[in-house]
Structures are given as structure tokens and as C-alpha cells.
């Protein structure tokens, strides 16, 4: 066989994909086994579960972009429709060299659950390109994101499936995708993607959104066992937009913020940090390390400080097996997406720290863009208070509906959760029927 056809081949196949898929295969592994025990403990009935067990739709595009030097280099990229029984699609767009098809179709099945949690009429979906937007110019990124919107052309728009920001994007890709949609329309549709630039129809909230929102949800797990977040302790293990939102709101609701820690190193004072001072230094452009108004710690320490509230909100896997035994917190808040294994989940349930999990915890950037996509149609724009207030009280019911679950069920936090997604999802397939 001709070397070239050996090549293109072997390209086809991807095979290059295989280990990453190892890692997304275990991915859509577990959201297809968390489906199976929502199932379980709401009693689903099994054609219901084998319907929201399918990908309704799947698809990927091979696509070539003209780069720097001149060449020509294909990208994949792929969009995963879940389920629609709900509404129309939503969900991000990652760019990573880790995209595959496995992670895809787990992140939109989860993305499914989380918007049915919150309350919002979307369906779960995701996408994503399979690059490292670190070793590309912006010119290179910005021919990818336009040939991308435009093979995707025929599976999304404004009302049926949604972008959004995800790993590796942001309000600039999502500028770029609602300017090619329009142009192809001929008309202005900004609302065909969210988490865009407040001057191009993105929402006022938007960006602190998802911390605020894990601040309501502590205050509201605090308020539920007759505590009051103004006498709490925090702990915050990342301190990027989620960790800093959530130490800005928290200590706004007069929290004491204990200590947080980003990848350079913890700092913790144990009289409650100034969080405006020390946002002040990170916007100069510092890390944590360099914080002098406190101790330094490691970032293994700080996961295990006592206190009322732990909010992991940097990376997956960082309560294990290995230190779940030694949290001294009496709450775990997930910030970040994942930040608990499993093994790690059963330790601290034995101990009866009690764990909010992601799917809920950190819904509230979620829940703000689907006002983005609502004020964009209605072409009436909130004030910040507004999409405050929204989120608070859309945040705090789905928490009540969530915990009722945990005790109609006898279930813990995380299992409710996904009883409510999966449930609600089921419900309107019941009511819909099997079309034809
Ligand atoms: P970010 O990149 O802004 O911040 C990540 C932070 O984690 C940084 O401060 C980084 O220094 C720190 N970090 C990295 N490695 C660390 C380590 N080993 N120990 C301690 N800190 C470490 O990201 P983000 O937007 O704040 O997202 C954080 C997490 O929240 C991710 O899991 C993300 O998927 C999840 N999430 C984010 C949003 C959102 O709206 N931004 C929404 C839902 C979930």
C-alpha cells in the first residue's frame, strides 16, 4: 500500500485518539453508570432509560484551516446532541487535544441532568475541537472557529442548539461563531451562542456567575442545618474565576475566608483574609505564593484545614482515597467539576461530611446563560441586580428540590441530583411519547 494511503488512513482512524479516548470512554463509562443509578432509585422504566442512555445525535467533521505558515492542516471537531425532550440543545465548546467523541457524548449527557436540575428548558449538548489552542496563533484559532461554525451550520442556531465557552474558548471564539452564523443568515443572531462580551449581547453576571452561584448554594446547605454563611469558615483549593467569585461573594455575605490556594501554593490566615486585598494583588498580575499577609501552605494542606466549608474549585481528583480520611471540613462544596473520586465520595459520606455535588453546586454559569439567550431574544436587557436576584432564587429551589430528593429517596446529594435530572428528562419523554 502507497505510504500516503497508509497515511490518510491511519488519519481516518485517528488512532492518534486512542489513549486520550481511554480517559473519555471512562468518562461516558461513568455518566452512563450514574445514569443507570438514578434509574434505579427512581424506579425509571427501562425503555425510558435505553432512550436517555442514546446520543440522539452525533456529529463530526474533518475540516481544513489555512495556518501561518502557509500550509494546510485538518482539524476534527465534533457536536453531540444528548437528549431533547426538554427544549432546545445547549452546551460548551471545548478546544483541547483531549476532545474525543467519548468525552463529548459524556459531557452532554451530564449537561442534560444539570439543566433540568437548575430548572432551564435546554437539552444537553457539547462540542469541541480537537487542538491546542496554546500552540496556535489568533488568526489560526480564529479560521478555526469560522470553518467550524460554518460545518456545523446545519445542526445549531438560536432555537435549536445553543454555543457556549468551554475549555480552551471564550466570549472571543463565541464573537467569532455569532458573527459567522450572522453572516451566512444575513441577519444579526447573537443569540446562537452565550458567555459572549456584554457589548455584543452577553449578559450582565455572567463572569462571576458560577461562584456566586456555589456561594448561594453553601449559604443555602448552611441555612438548611440552622447555620447562617456570616459565621462560617471557608476553605478554597483554585483561586481562578470560580475560586475568586466564590471568596468574593462569600466573604461579601461575611464569611471568613480561611485560606485558598491556586497552583503556586496556599495561603491562610486564621483570623479570615482580606479577599479585596488580596484580589487587588492577583489582578496586579500575582499568584497566592506571593501573598505576604498570611502563612503559606501547600496546596495538599490546605484541602484538610478544619473548617465549616471546603470548596474544591481548581482541578478533577483532588479528594482521593488517599487524604478523604484526613478532610477536617464539615461540608464539601464542588466548585470545580469533579474534584471528588468515587472511592473519595464513600469515605466522606461513612464520616457524614456532607458533599453538594458539581451538577448542582455549580450550575449557576449555567443558569446565567440561559438568561443571556433569554435577553437576547427579547432584546431587553437585565440590570446586574436582576440577574443577581434571578440566580439566587433559581439557585436556592433547585437546592430544596434537590435535598427533598436526598431525603424522599434515602439518598446522598449527589444520587438526588441526578435522580431530579434524569426524572424530570424521563417525565417529558412520558408526556411526549415516541414520535411517530
Ligand atoms: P481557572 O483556570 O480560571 O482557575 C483555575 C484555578 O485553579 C487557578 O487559580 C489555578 O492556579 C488553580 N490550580 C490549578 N492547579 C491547581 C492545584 N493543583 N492546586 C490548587 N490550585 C490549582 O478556571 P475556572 O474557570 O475557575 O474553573 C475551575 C473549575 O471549575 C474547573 O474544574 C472548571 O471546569 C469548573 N467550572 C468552571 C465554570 C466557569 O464558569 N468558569 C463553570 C462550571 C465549572
Not at 465548546?93 to 439543566?115: D, G, N, Q
Not at 447573537?190 to 456561594?215: D, F, H, N, Q
Request: one cysteine or more; glycine letters at 10%.
Amino acid at each position: 500500500m502507497p505510504q500516503q494511503v497508509k497515511e490518510r488512513r491511519a488519519a481516518a482512524a485517528r488512532p492518534q485518539d486512542q489513549e486520550e479516548t481511554a480517559e473519555g470512554r471512562a468518562m461516558f463509562d461513568d455518566a452512563q453508570m450514574r445514569l443507570h443509578t438514578a434509574a434505579e432509585v427512581i424506579d425509571l422504566e427501562p425503555w425510558l432509560e435505553s432512550v436517555l442512555a442514546a446520543m440522539q445525535m452525533e456529529f463530526i467533521t474533518d475540516f481544513p484551516v489555512r495556518m501561518d505558515n502557509g500550509g494546510i492542516q485538518i482539524f476534527r471537531g465534533y457536536r453531540v446532541h444528548h437528549n431533547g425532550a426538554r427544549g432546545p440543545f445547549k452546551g460548551g465548546i471545548r478546544y483541547h487535544p483531549s476532545v474525543s467523541i467519548w468525552e463529548v457524548r459524556a459531557l452532554a449527557m451530564l449537561m442534560t441532568w444539570k439543566c433540568a436540575i437548575i430548572d432551564v428548558p435546554y437539552a444537553g449538548a457539547k462540542g469541541g475541537v480537537v487542538c491546542d489552542p496554546s500552540r496556535l496563533s489568533a488568526r489560526e484559532l480564529e479560521g478555526i472557529t469560522r470553518r467550524f461554525t460554518t460545518e456545523l451550520t446545519p445542526v445549531f442556531g438560536p432555537n435549536t442548539d445553543i454555543l457556549a465557552p468551554d475549555m480552551g474558548t471564550g466570549p472571543r471564539e463565541m464573537a467569532w461563531i455569532a458573527d459567522t452564523y450572522s453572516m451566512h443568515q444575513g441577519v444579526t443572531t447573537l443569540s446562537c451562542v452565550t458567555g459572549k462580551y456584554p457589548e455584543l449581547g452577553g449578559s450582565l453576571g455572567r463572569k462571576e456567575a458560577t461562584g456566586r452561584g456555589i456561594t448561594i448554594i453553601t449559604d443555602a446547605a448552611l441555612t438548611e442545618r440552622g447555620e447562617h454563611i456570616s459565621k462560617s469558615s471557608l476553605v478554597v483549593q483554585g483561586f481562578g474565576n470560580v475560586g475568586q467569585n466564590v471568596a468574593a461573594t462569600a466573604s461579601h455575605m461575611g464569611a471568613k475566608i480561611l485560606a485558598v490556594s491556586d497552583v503556586t501554593g496556599g495561603v491562610y490566615n486564621e483570623n479570615g483574609l482580606d479577599v479585596e486585598h488580596l484580589l487587588k494583588h492577583m489582578e496586579s498580575g500575582k499568584m497566592v505564593a506571593d501573598y505576604r499577609e498570611g502563612q503559606s501552605l501547600g496546596n495538599d494542606e490546605i484541602l484538610l484545614l478544619p473548617c465549616d466549608v471546603l470548596v474544591p474549585a481548581a482541578l478533577e481528583n483532588q479528594i482521593t482515597e488517599k487524604n478523604a480520611g484526613q478532610v477536617q471540613a464539615r461540608m464539601i462544596v464542588e466548585g470545580a467539576n469533579g474534584p471528588l473520586t468515587a472511592e473519595a465520595d464513600i469515605i466522606l459520606q461513612q464520616r457524614g461530611i456532607r458533599v453538594v455535588p458539581d451538577i448542582l453546586a455549580n450550575a449557576g454559569g449555567v443558569l446565567v446563560s440561559y438568561f443571556e439567550w433569554v435577553q437576547d431574544i427579547s432584546q431587553l436587557f437585565w440590570t446586574l441586580d436582576q440577574v443577581n436576584d434571578t440566580l439566587d432564587k433559581k439557585m436556592r429551589l433547585s437546592y430544596e428540590m434537590v435535598s427533598q430528593a436526598a431525603r424522599d429517596y434515602g439518598v446522598d446529594m449527589r444520587t438526588a441530583a441526578l435522580a431530579v435530572g434524569v426524572g424530570k428528562n424521563a417525565d417529558a419523554l412520558r408526556i411526549r411519547g415516541i414520535y411517530p
